[in-house]
């Protein structure tokens, strides 16, 4: 728990009004840090009362029930509450996005060493290193496969690692093994032995090289250049019940955004995120992700990556409803939910762009016109219309070249050669094979 001194729930001794929301140890928790310990809630008239937690199923739990308020969120946990899949059905918002990007699939020295007979890199792209896994899959003798572990079945990363495997031909449900850990044992079970793999925030793979039992193989911005990963979630019945409080929960993490991703407060941040009640790794690891320069391997020099991790930049923080979309065609490509007009619609209308622009109306912030975009067609960086001012969207493009349009949903996850079948019925099949935890 937070030693951070606050009134308890519901507590306005001090005039604020109480919000309690969960996190887990990543670096792109930043922006409910920086909100809560920068005065950014303060000045919105909000007592931000943090809680740690170690995995998301625990984060999850706690929102559902009522524990939390709001949460970090995966950007896929809202969508997967309001459809109902893999756990019992709340109706849930993503009212903002909290980051983009900073991911990375980290793989074992082993595991890497035989990735590199095969012609793997560092640095290189992720076609080129996905290759060099498939050749090392089709060359064992062995009948186990390879297990690779993401955070959470509704993760961008399950769906980044299974988007990287499949584009290199192989069959995530059939060729690995997918498993769940929490981020901060991700490390400890590599080492282990018990994963070949893993895909998780930062700062755990960097730590996982420092210790020297990972080799980072990808980054999600190789993969999906700012792309949708962390979002702001609550109950639909909270948000309806307290349209005030997080219009004003919104405004605050709008301005702690920009400033956690202002270079200028670049040290202060790492120190603050170093904190023991939140990271409590060292400022220098949690640097490397906020400057963009991974270090892949030990004793090598740092990877520059463009848009590894982005909170403000290029409307990082906009609910976008083709980020829902896309997550939704993930989800029925991997046989997770089937496809249909109703649950389309449900995905979509769980990103709430209205709420963002109504919280931060008169405040001067540009904010898109657009509610959706297509996904993957920006190869620079465009101008687009944003009131009567313009905005900067960088480069979205997927490794691939391949283009989402939220328009051509069905089309798109037809366009996959691999994918699984889901389950009869209105049952679900869970990512996780052994089980959600």
């Known amino acids: 728990m937070m030693s951070q001194a606050s009134p308890s729930r519901g507590d306005a001794s001090d005039s604020r009004t109480v919000v309690c929301a969960g996190f887990i140890p990543l670096t792109d928790c930043a922006p409910l840090v920086v909100a809560a310990h920068k005065g950014f809630a303060a000045d919105e008239g909000l007592t931000l009362e943090l809680h740690r937690e170690t995995s998301w199923a625990t984060i999850r739990?706690?929102?559902?029930?009522?524990?939390?308020?709001?949460?970090?969120?995966?950007?896929?946990?809202?969508?997967?509450?309001?459809?109902?899949?893999?756990?019992?059905?709340?109706p849930m918002i993503a009212p903002c996005?909290?980051?983009?990007?900073?991911?990375?699939?980290?793989?074992s020295?082993?595991?890497?060493?035989?990735?590199?007979?095969?012609?793997?890199?560092?640095?290189?792209?992720?076609?080129?290193?996905?290759?060099?896994?498939?050749?090392?899959?089709k060359a064992r003798d062995r009948s186990e496969p390879l297990v690779f572990a993401m955070v959470y079945p509704?993760?961008?990363?399950?769906?980044?690692?299974?988007?990287?495997?499949?584009?290199?031909?192989?069959?995530?449900?059939?060729?690995?093994r997918l498993i769940v850990v929490p981020p901060p044992m991700m490390g400890a079970a590599l080492a282990a032995g018990q994963i070949d793999g893993f895909c998780v925030g930062?700062?755990?793979?960097?730590?996982?090289v420092d210790e020297g039992s990972g080799r980072i193989a990808a980054t999600k911005a190789d993969i999906w250049r700012q792309s949708p990963e962390k979002v702001l979630g609550c109950r639909r019945d909270w948000a309806d019940a307290n349209a005030d409080t997080l219009a004003a929960l919104i405004r605050a993490l709008h301005a702690a955004a920009r400033w956690a991703d202002d270079p200028g407060n670049r040290d202060a941040l790492c120190a603050l995120l170093a904190h023991p009640d939140h990271l409590n790794v060292p400022a220098g690891v949690i640097g490397r992700a906020l400057t963009g320069r991974l270090?892949?391997?030990?004793?090598?020099?740092?990877?520059?990556?463009?848009?590894?991790?982005?909170?403000?930049?290029?409307?990082?923080?906009?609910?976008?409803?083709?980020?829902a979309l896309w997550i939704y065609s993930q989800m029925v490509r991997w046989g997770q939910v089937p496809f249909s007009a109703e649950g389309m619609r449900a995905a979509a209308d769980t990103y709430r762009p209205d709420l963002y622009?109504?919280?931060?109306?008169?405040?001067?912030?540009?904010?898109?016109?657009?509610?959706?975009?297509?996904?993957?067609?920006?190869?620079?960086?465009?101008?687009?219309?944003?009131?009567?001012?313009?905005?900067?969207?960088?480069?979205?493009?997927?490794?691939?070249?391949?283009?989402?349009?939220?328009a051509e949903v069905?089309?798109?996850?037809?366009?996959?050669?691999?994918?699984?079948?889901?389950?009869?019925?209105?049952?679900?099949?869970?990512a996780d094979p052994s089980g959600i935890r």
């Open 357 to 406: 622009r109504a919280a931060l109306a008169g405040t001067g912030a540009v904010i898109p016109n657009a509610s959706a975009k297509v996904e993957g067609a920006l190869t620079r960086a465009e101008p687009v219309a944003a009131g009567d001012k313009t905005l900067t969207l960088g480069p979205d493009g997927f490794f691939d070249e391949r283009i989402f349009d939220p």
């Open 154 to 176: 509704f993760s961008g990363h399950n769906y980044e690692l299974r988007y990287w495997l499949a584009a290199a031909g192989i069959h995530p449900d059939r060729d690995v």
């Open 61 to 90: 739990d706690r929102v559902v029930f009522g524990h939390f308020d709001v949460a970090q969120m995966l950007a896929p946990m809202p969508l997967a509450r309001s459809l109902g899949i893999g756990h019992i059905k709340v």
């Open 97 to 107: 996005a909290l980051s983009q990007g900073g991911n990375a699939i980290t793989v």
């Open 295 to 323: 270090i892949a391997a030990p004793g090598t020099e740092p990877l520059e990556i463009p848009d590894f991790l982005a909170f403000h930049r290029h409307a990082a923080s906009f609910p976008w409803r083709s980020h």
């Open 109 to 137: 020295a082993d595991l890497w060493q035989r990735m590199e007979g095969a012609g793997a890199r560092l640095g290189a792209a992720p076609g080129t290193n996905g290759a060099a896994l498939a050749a090392v899959i």
């Open 410 to 430: 069905e089309a798109y996850i037809a366009s996959f050669a691999i994918h699984t079948e889901p389950l009869d019925g209105d049952a679900v099949r869970p």
């Open 202 to 208: 930062e700062p755990w793979s960097s730590l996982a």
